[in-house]
């Protein structure tokens, strides 16, 4: 459901100082099967950045087109010189269901984000990674929780292979039900590494695996593939 973003880094250096791409996902998950596209922008700044992407499923169930909508807004405010910047962010979404009985619809819970990031590339922008420590405001949840976030990427062989991703580890109560009782979970992790090769600045054939644990309405861990394509602008 959820598709971070692919490191602000990787993509300052493939397209220079701005930088769009959209993907097209085929997710093979247990009860899935269904396709997902993600649009991604990044724009620096004298100040710092702006990155946000918009992630829609598509007939999912019974569904027919845009079964969920789901964005992340964020805002880097570099602090001088150094590796650190202050770091701003909204999520928010919602989705829809259908079956031949009835329909209905779900919000996915704003949150808003902020904390501080630590940004790394080595001296040839092969590889690199960002850390960030977040305070996280869940609408109508939790006043006050948190969430730790690495992204990371590595190109390999004359960038013509690219490896990178994320992760996210934060408190979030969910409540899950096997139809006899109810447990209350506490933690979520979810971790996105993709695989990309690229044929040209523009054109990626690549796969994700959805890494999750107590994520969405799945207690424990799943994993979900997908294979995908990327357009860079």
């Known amino acids: 459901m959820k598709r971070k973003y692919l490191l602000i880094s990787l993509l300052m250096i493939i397209t220079g100082t701005y930088a769009q791409n959209i993907q097209l ?3 093979f998950g247990k009860d899935r099967k269904y396709f997902t596209t993600t649009v991604e922008m990044y724009k ?3 100040w710092g950045s702006t ?3 918009i992630d829609m499923d598509y007939n999912v169930g019974d569904v027919k087109g845009v079964s969920m909508a789901y964005w992340e807004i964020a805002r880097g405010l ?4 150094s590796p650190f910047a ?7 979404g919602f989705g829809q269901y259908s079956t031949p009985v009835y329909f209905g619809a779900y919000q996915i819970n704003d949150s808003w984000l ?5 940004n790394f590339n080595n001296a040839e922008f092969t590889r690199g990674f960002t850390l960030q420590v977040l305070y996280k405001y869940i609408r109508d949840k939790h006043d006050a929780s948190f969430q730790l976030t690495g992204v990371w990427y590595l190109h390999m062989l004359n960038k013509r292979l690219t490896f990178s991703g994320f992760a996210d580890f934060w408190r979030e109560d969910g409540y899950f039900t ?3 009782s109810i447990t209350l979970t506490s933690y979520v992790f979810q971790s996105e590494p993709q695989l990309w090769f690229n044929f040209t600045e523009n054109i990626s054939l690549g796969s994700e695996l959805e890494i999750d644990y107590n994520f969405a309405t799945v207690k424990g861990f799943r994993i979900n593939p997908t294979l995908g394509a990327k357009w860079t602008f």
Do not use: R, S
């Open 44 to 46: 620096p700044d004298k």
């Open 114 to 118: 902020g904390g501080l990031e630590y």
């Open 178 to 180: 096997d139809g006899n």
């Open 25 to 27: 996902h085929y997710d």
């Open 86 to 92: 202050a770091h701003l962010e909204y999520n928010g």
């Open 51 to 53: 990155f946000f992407f």
């Open 78 to 81: 570099n602090l001088g010189k």
